[in-house]
């Protein structure tokens, strides 16, 4: 995992963002058979918990079209 995250972080701003400030999550972020009274205790590393992607809004995306 942490040669993926060397690898992307040449061309992405990775950063760490815990699930209740993700509030914009996408199908990708949410795991569909996820039941929140478990308790999930990885023992890993929480920097590398979550990746996101910062890309332009769509105003920007209009703007370039």
Do not use: C
Not at 15 to 32: F, Q, T, W
Not at 34 to 62: I, K, M, R, Y
Request: proline share 8%; net charge negative; charged share 25%.
């Amino acid at each position: 995992m942490k040669r993926w995250l060397s690898f992307f972080s040449e061309y992405f701003s990775v950063e760490y963002k815990p699930g209740r400030l993700n509030v914009i999550a996408d199908a990708l972020s949410r795991r569909p058979d996820f039941e929140p009274t478990a308790q999930h205790n990885s023992g890993g590393d929480p920097t590398v918990a979550t990746l996101t992607v910062s890309v332009p809004s769509s105003n920007v995306l209009d703007d370039v079209r």
